[in-house]
């Protein structure tokens, strides 16, 4: 595993598992009733899919170490994970993994203090510590108020590192006018159709680390699509996935990738055995269209992202 040294000295890997669940509660076998509920309801809705993708994602945290990763993104909104992660990772000694989870947006909207939101965060999560703690969205009149709590957790030492998520050029400045510590990471969604140039050169020159999620952009049928692309698959013999994930090493962000199955696990963290050229790296970058596949931190509706 390669590692990425942030602004504070603090030492993260370089590629990270997305654990954002649906619904984590209902996945465990115990809950058999509100489970069978669950499960009839996805059915008349159509939509077993989700309850599938949970038990994969599950599967793929219980067996990611031995499968080469060791760092986890999570949420307070993110549908039990930080449970999950805790039930997955047990036998796990605690240095052996690291943790990213944020501080939600319900939580900034009703003024809750970040420390009891943290607590919350490492009693679900089992750890007496966090490795990154970031606030999950910019929201509007709120953010700033609680990056300088994040300052606090910080200096008592309860997370190793502070960053923020969906923050773009705008807000870091902002966050730069009141802040005594600035983020020592910006996750933001970032893949080849969407590159983010010149927040990558703004956060290079603060020294502020990007964690990319949506990483493979899901793999959207303009990059399927992408004759560029298959160009470079077919030079690397690798896959589309493993060919973005490896643009992002080389770029210098930490990709996040989800999935729900061993198979795509496994291929995910096969990228450090190649590199790319200047030119296939160039041919990569030629593909943004500045196409954003989320929610926009300038433009949504706070309390519906958690
Ligand atoms: N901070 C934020 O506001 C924020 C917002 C969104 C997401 N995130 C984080 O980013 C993580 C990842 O985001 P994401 O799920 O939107 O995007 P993603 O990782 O780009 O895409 C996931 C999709 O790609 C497929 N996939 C993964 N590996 C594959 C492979 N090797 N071959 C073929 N298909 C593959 C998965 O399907 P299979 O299951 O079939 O593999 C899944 O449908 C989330 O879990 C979350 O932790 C953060």
Known sequence: ???????????????????????????????????????????????????????????????????GCNFFDTSRAYGGSERMLQDSLKKVKRDSYYICTKLNNSAQLKDIPARTVLEESMKQLGVDYIDVYMLHWPVEGKYLGYWKQLEELYKEGKVKAIGV????????????????????VDEVELHPLLSEAELRDYCREK?????????????????????????????????????ILRWHIQSGNIPIFNT???????????????????????????????????????????????
């Open 1 to 67: 595993m390669e590692y990425k040294t942030l602004s504070n000295g603090y030492k993260i890997p370089s590629i990270c598992f997305g654990t954002d669940i649906v619904n984590y509660e209902l996945s465990l076998k115990k809950r058999t009733a509100q489970r069978i509920k669950y499960i009839l309801k996805t059915i008349l809705r159509r939509d077993t899919r989700k309850f599938k993708r949970d038990k994969g994602i599950v599967e793929c945290t219980v067996h990611s170490l031995e499968n």
């Open 165 to 184: 998520s969906n923050c773009k050029i705008h807000h870091l400045k902002e966050i730069e006018k009141i802040a005594e510590i600035m983020p020592m």
């Open 207 to 243: 020294k502020i680390q990007i964690m990319a999620y949506t990483s493979t952009a899901r793999l959207d049928f303009r990059i399927k699509a992408s004759k560029r692309m298959e160009q470079v698959c077919r030079e690397t013999g690798k896959s589309l996935s493993q060919v």
């Open 260 to 306: 729900s199955t061993i198979k795509h696990f496994k291929d995910n963290m096969e990228i450090f055995d190649f590199t790319l050229s200047d030119n296939q790296m160039k041919i990569i970058d030629s593909i943004n269209i500045n196409a954003r596949t989320r929610y926009d931190s300038d433009n949504c509706e706070w309390d519906r992202l958690g």
